[in-house]
């Protein structure tokens, strides 16, 4: 893209209107810094936009999974269940958009499609699909690690006579299933949530399972005023706390005995707790101990109780049979929360179809054809996630120093220092990159962190007189190795799973966040501004 007539100028460009995206905007301007905002959405909340589909909510805690921008607003805000659901989470973006008044300065309905580094004028210029083109000093990607999303590529689906839909792009106005056959493909977190919402309200629900997921449930229900209360009085130190977790939580870490040094018993009455009070949180089952993210030994005691409850749970046995992961350990990919998942298999309207065993063959007119079998389908839905990670900023057609695409850079998968720069790249910031912990934590307290980690950088530049900033080569290899060191010490890398982006046809197996936890992270990434900014260069 070349510099063209019509220009508009601002000190910053951020890309999305999410949590990350309010809140960049919001400190940015505590600098007095002139930003745009570009959305894709017509309105505010990213993720919590976006995916309106049947029992979409929070697998974190309502009171853990919120921002800490404002005293009075954490004060002031009420959630009124456990487990919030996307429309609190959505009137609560528009909450933050209304009570700052960001809106002026978010521009919606675009989506950034090309963004072009100008060495000589040390400027960014970004291009949008209403044919904008925008000169900023800083672009800054809040663009989310789960926006793009992945419809798998059916053959015949142009030919399908009824309607589907992908569950991160529901209709706001909703979809009437009732009297209808509806197939659902995917049984990840998104499917697992909306099985048994769906199956309430279909005439008959095949739920078409590639493979089977650890789901535990959230026990969500009404927030009890005296709990909220008293949170509320100690929301400072429940900060402080999830701010050095490496969970981003307000929650005690991992004891520090292992799995296989307790007695039978022992053990099974700790992950027992767990799943009963899940509704503190339900990743609590992964904590019980310190070794099973590590051990495949103790990984597969945790994985054998959830397996049991799911024989519990499912009266025919062949479909809970199926119904248990047996291909991953568990913790390996994210580990699903549910209300009622399992149950669902109960009722006479829902048909389980292993599609592992005989895959999806090709999308009819009238339905789907697996290998086995044709099922008449009214309704199709896609609950096929995303391009993570990514997905959102190689959209983006960013070109950095000598004409090098992020595309090219990241051909063999993403390389990043701290997921926060990425050399050839001046003045490119990302807020929850690959390569710091996001998806593998409570996001809220990461895109907190990135945020006023980006914000006080650029501070440091405008105080200092500095035009551009970005990381050494050796600082980001170095990064790039640790990131992996640490994930081959971890299970993670045994599961098929999207960190590892093998969701994505053709995308090159990274594991892409840091998995060395958040409370570690985020004391590298201050010792780096305590070293003056060690592994970065600025001019
Ligand atoms: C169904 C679901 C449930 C989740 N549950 C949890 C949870 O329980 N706990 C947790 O910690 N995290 C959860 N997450 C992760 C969630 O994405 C983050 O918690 C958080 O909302 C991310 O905020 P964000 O602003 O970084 O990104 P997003 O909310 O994804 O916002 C990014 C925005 O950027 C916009 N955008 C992207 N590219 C462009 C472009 N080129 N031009 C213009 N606009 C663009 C998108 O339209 C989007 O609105 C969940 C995610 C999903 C999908």
Known sequence: ???????????????????????????????????????????????????????????????????????????????????????DLERYANH??????????????????????DEDRNRWWVGTDGGDTIECKYLISAAGCLSATNVPDFAGLESFGGSWYHTSR?????????????????????????????????????????????SVPSKNKKMDPDFQRDWKTHYDDHRKVARLTSSGLSWPEPPTVSALEVSVEERNR????????????????????SDIATNLEANETCAEF????????????????????????????????????????NRPNVTLVDVRGDPIAEVVPTGLRTTATQYDLDVLVFATGFDAMTGPLLAMNIVGRDGLTLRDKWNAGPVTYLGLQTVGFPNLFMITGPGSPSVLANMTTCIEQHVEWVRDAIEHMEHGGLVTMEPDAEAEDRWVHHVNEVADFTLFKQADSWYLGANIPGKPRVFMPYVGGFGNYRAKCDQVVEENYAGFSFT
């Not at 990213?46 to 009171?63: C, E, H, I, L, Q």
């Not at 499912?314 to 149950?343: F, M, N, S």
């Open 1 to 87: 893209m070349s510099a063209p007539g019509v220009v508009s100028h601002f000190d910053a460009v951020v890309v999305g209107a999410g949590f990350a995206g309010l809140t960049m905007l919001f400190r940015l301007r505590e600098i007095g810094l002139s930003v745009r905002v570009i959305e894709r959405g017509s309105g505010v909340g990213g993720t919590w936009f976006w995916n309106r589909y049947p029992g979409a909510r929070v697998d974190v805690p309502s009171m853990h999974y919120s921002l800490a921008i404002d005293p009075n607003l954490e004060q002031d805000w009420n959630w009124p269940e456990t487990f919030s659901a996307q429309a």
């Open 170 to 214: 529901w209709p706001r106005e909703g979809v009437d299933l009732t009297g209808k056959v509806v197939g659902i493909v995917g049984t990840g977190s998104t499917g697992i949530q909306a099985v048994p919402v769906l199956a309430e309200q279909v005439k008959h629900l095949y739920v078409f399972q590639r493979t089977a997921n650890f």
């Open 306 to 345: 959830v397996r049991n409850k799911i024989r519990q749970i499912v009266k025919d046995q062949q479909v809970a049979e199926l119904l248990c992961p047996k291909d991953h350990p568990i913790g390996t990919k994210r580990i699903c929360v549910d209300d009622g998942y399992y149950e669902t298999f």
């Open 270 to 289: 700790v992950y027992e707790d767990a799943w009963i009070n899940s509704s503190y949180t339900p990743l609590g089952l992964l904590r019980g101990f």
């Open 96 to 117: 933050i958009a209304d009570r700052f008044h960001l809106r002026s300065d978010i521009q919606f309905d675009t989506t950034l499609i090309a963004a072009t580094y």
